[in-house]
């Protein structure tokens, strides 16, 4: 068993690699910051559904993804060992509002439209173009 350092970089990374190899789905081990990010891509249409199975030691995030959209485009942007924060005049459109970023703020997971419209800024987690 290996320690993983960046949980969230870890569930881009199983997610980028199972839709390369064409899988209609993906598993992850469970945390509620993973739960919580799957839930708003599902919420904004880039995933089809999230589930979280087994039991509370061994909890596993099941991720499908939606058949009509094309691959995610999953870029990490803040990382262990450099933070990322904005505030919301400094945040910028994603592929001028095609795209989304998603950012942990006081207020919870949000994307970056919501931040802008809130005025909030937080910590930009990751890209999905």
């Known amino acids: 068993m290996s320690i993983v350092s960046d949980p969230i970089g870890d569930l881009l990374t199983r997610m980028r690699n199972a839709q390369a190899a064409r899988h209609a789905s993906c598993s992850a081990p469970h945390s509620r910051l993973k739960q919580d990010l799957c839930a708003l891509l599902r919420k904004e249409g880039w995933i089809a559904d999230m589930c979280v199975t087994g039991d509370v030691p061994k ?71």
């Open 59 to 129: 909890r596993t995030i099941e991720v499908t993804f939606a058949p009509d959209k094309p691959r995610l485009e999953l870029t990490r942007v803040s990382k262990p060992g450099r933070r990322v924060y904005r505030s919301s005049a400094d945040m910028k459109p994603v592929l001028s509002g095609f795209g989304a970023a998603v950012l942990s703020t006081s207020q919870g997971l949000m994307t970056d439209k919501e931040a802008r419209a809130k005025r909030i800024g937080g910590e930009v987690l990751c890209t999905i173009a």
